[in-house]
């Protein structure tokens, strides 16, 4: 059983920068972690992920360059180190565990989510 706790969100002023962590309990790093994201009246969307073992990282194209998937093993959480913040990544955030690519229905695992609201 994995068990996934997101921290971080809040409110931000546009350009400014985030950190979010994904804190695991459980056999987490067995498994690849993904970010997902989720605005209102919006599908879920992919945001990075990264893989367990190579800590290979992939990300939803329109983002890389601004966000930063990291992970530390001793600490058992994952990271999103988000930057240059848009009024448009406003959004909940989600962390989840067991597959690695931005096909949210392959992750078995699902934390709660952190809420992001990025003011102009």
């Known amino acids: 059983q994995v068990q996934l706790v997101e921290s971080g969100g809040g409110l931000v002023q546009a350009g400014g920068s985030l950190r979010l962590s994904c804190a695991a309990s459980g056999r987490i790093f067995s498994n690849s972690v993904g970010w997902f994201r989720q605005a209102p009246g919006k599908e879920r969307e992919f945001v990075a992920a990264i893989r367990w073992g190579t800590d290979t990282t992939y990300y939803t194209n329109s983002l890389k360059g601004r966000f930063t998937i990291s992970r530390d093993n001793a600490k058992n959480t994952v990271y999103l180190q988000m930057n240059s913040l848009k009024p448009e990544d406003t959004a909940r955030y989600y962390c989840?565990?067991?597959?690695?690519?931005?096909?949210?229905?392959?992750?078995?695992?699902w934390g709660q989510g952190t809420q992001v609201t990025v003011s102009s």
């Open positions: 989840a565990a067991g597959s690695y690519g931005p096909a949210a229905n392959e992750y078995a695992y």
